[in-house]
C-alpha cells in the first residue's frame, strides 16, 4: 500500500506539509463584477442624490461620487449592474437639448460580497444607512433619533470609527 495511498498526510496537525492539497468545494458561486462607472458628469450632477435619480434596476451598496465627473456605484448583485450596463451602451442623456450625455462603463474588477451583505440580503434588509460627518460627540439616542425620523424603523446601529478615515 505504498503510492498515493501512504503520501495522505493529517495536515490539521501539521506545523509543516508537503503539498497544499486539494481545496475543499466552495458553496457559493465566484464573484463577479458589481461596479458601474459613470463618466463625464457635469460639475452639477456631482452630487449622491442626482447620480442615484439616473441609477435603478438593483439595490446598490455604495456610491462614491469624485468631483471630476465620475462616479463609482457598486450594485448588491452582478446581475443588475450588468441589466443596468447593457442598457446605456450609448450612455445617459442628461440634456438632450445641450447634448449632455454621460458615458456608462463597468468596472474591470471582480467585487467580492462581504459577509455581511450576504447576510444582510438574506434575510431581507433593504436599506443600509452610512453616515458621514455627523458630530463625535453624538450619542447613541441622538443617532438613533436621526435615523428613525419621517417613521423609519430601525432595527440596528453600527459604531464604528477608522482613525485617519478622509471620510469623516
Known amino acids: 500500500a505504498s503510492g498515493q495511498a501512504s503520501e495522505v498526510e493529517d495536515r490539521e496537525n501539521l506545523t509543516t506539509f508537503k503539498n497544499w492539497g486539494t481545496p475543499a468545494a466552495r458553496d457559493k458561486p465566484a464573484s463577479r463584477v458589481r461596479r458601474i462607472i459613470i463618466r463625464g458628469l457635469p460639475a452639477t450632477w456631482c452630487t449622491s442624490a ?22 463609482h456605484i457598486l450594485f448588491c448583485e452582478h446581475e443588475a449592474c450588468q441589466a443596468f450596463y447593457d442598457k446605456y ?26 459577509s455581511q451583505l450576504s447576510f444582510n440580503l438574506s434575510v431581507g ?32 446601529i453600527l459604531d464604528s470609527y477608522v482613525p485617519g478615515d478622509v471620510s469623516r
Open 50 to 71: 442626482k447620480v442615484l435619480s439616473l441609477v435603478h434596476g438593483g439595490n446598490i451598496e455604495s456610491i462614491h461620487v469624485h468631483g471630476n465627473g465620475t462616479a
Open 89 to 114: 451602451p450609448n450612455g445617459i442623456d442628461l440634456d438632450k437639448e445641450r447634448r449632455t450625455t454621460v458615458f456608462v462603463e463597468m468596472g474591470k474588477e471582480v467585487d467580492v460580497v462581504s
Open 125 to 156: 434588509s433593504t436599506r443600509a444607512v452610512r453616515a458621514v460627518g455627523v458630530n463625535m460627540d453624538a450619542s447613541m439616542a441622538q443617532l438613533y433619533n436621526m435615523a428613525s425620523g419621517s417613521g423609519r424603523k430601525v432595527e440596528k
